[in-house]
């Protein structure tokens, strides 16, 4: 498998594009959005513990001192800071001056759908998802990843993930056990002209059976036939979903970096 690309015009275009739908779709459903000198911050008091829409987000140049008085002014009541970062060279500023300080530091690939799938894989398996189902295995996905989290904390995050998802006019589709009950997920959202494939999950049992390619290709297939201008996916650069996504058309376009840390709670004495 071929390494990251160069990024070119074209490719960088699609970047901003899909940055863009990304912030316009914070900037939808936080409760409130502030610019802040190098970037912007979105914050939602209703839903405190979703990362996603409590994010100080850097798009333009900042030294790691600046970004860090930032993420204090503006997320010094949550449990958490949550920063996205454009510009790699503050990325990599950032990263060292944070190392071993109990930030988790994550790349996200972004992909844009620009080939045809290395080989033919049947997707007769695949079927529509209700929202209800979709919600079952996200749950259990977050319990996978995030075995102590309270109940309410996913409350949270499943009351989100139901905004996004009407917002973006999303569709469920997955594929059934021998018991009739979803093993594996996708969605497919559409709006603008943009297509976005997100959440990839298979659950552990059901594993290596190539219930993924099969989803994502039809998610691709229907992006293609619905005429959308562009289709994205974002990968973590770090696993090796990235190459599965490649497998089927995806290209990288460009790459976006996270940091995030817990803030623990004040020590009680006595």
């Not at 996603?52 to 140049?61: C, G």
């Amino acid at each position: 498998m071929s390494g990251p690309q160069e990024p070119t015009p074209y490719s960088s275009r699609l970047r901003d594009l899909i940055l863009e739908q990304l912030r316009d779709t914070i900037w939808s459903l936080a409760d409130e959005v502030k610019d802040v000198g190098p970037g912007w911050v979105s914050r939602s008091p209703s839903l405190p513990d979703v990362w996603a829409i409590n994010q100080l987000h850097i798009s333009k140049a900042a030294s790691p001192a600046e970004v860090m008085a930032l993420a204090e002014q503006y997320q010094a009541d949550l449990s958490f800071r949550h920063l996205r970062v454009e510009p790699e060279a503050t990325a990599r500023e950032l990263e060292t001056a944070l190392h071993g300080a109990g930030w988790k530091i994550d790349r996200e690939v972004f992909m844009a759908l620009m080939g045809r799938p290395t080989r033919e894989v049947p997707t007769d398996a695949v079927v529509p998802l209700s929202e209800e189902q979709m919600a079952t295995l996200m749950r259990r996905w977050l319990r996978e990843d995030f075995p102590d989290v309270e109940a309410g904390r996913l409350d949270q995050v499943d009351d989100y993930t139901r905004r996004e998802g009407k917002l973006w006019a999303e569709r469920g589709f997955g594929i059934l056990d021998d018991a009739g009950a979803p093993a594996a997920i996708t969605k497919l959202r559409s709006r603008s002209g943009i297509g976005w494939v997100e959440d990839v999950y298979t659950v552990p049992e059901q594993r290596n059976r190539g219930f993924a390619r099969a989803l994502v290709t039809h998610a691709s297939t229907l992006a293609r036939s619905g005429g959308h201008d562009l289709t994205f996916i974002i990968a973590d650069d770090n696993d090796w979903p990235k190459h599965l996504y490649e497998s089927i058309g995806f290209r990288r376009v460009g790459t976006v970096w996270t940091f995030h840390r817990p803030v623990p709670p004040p020590r009680t004495t006595g």
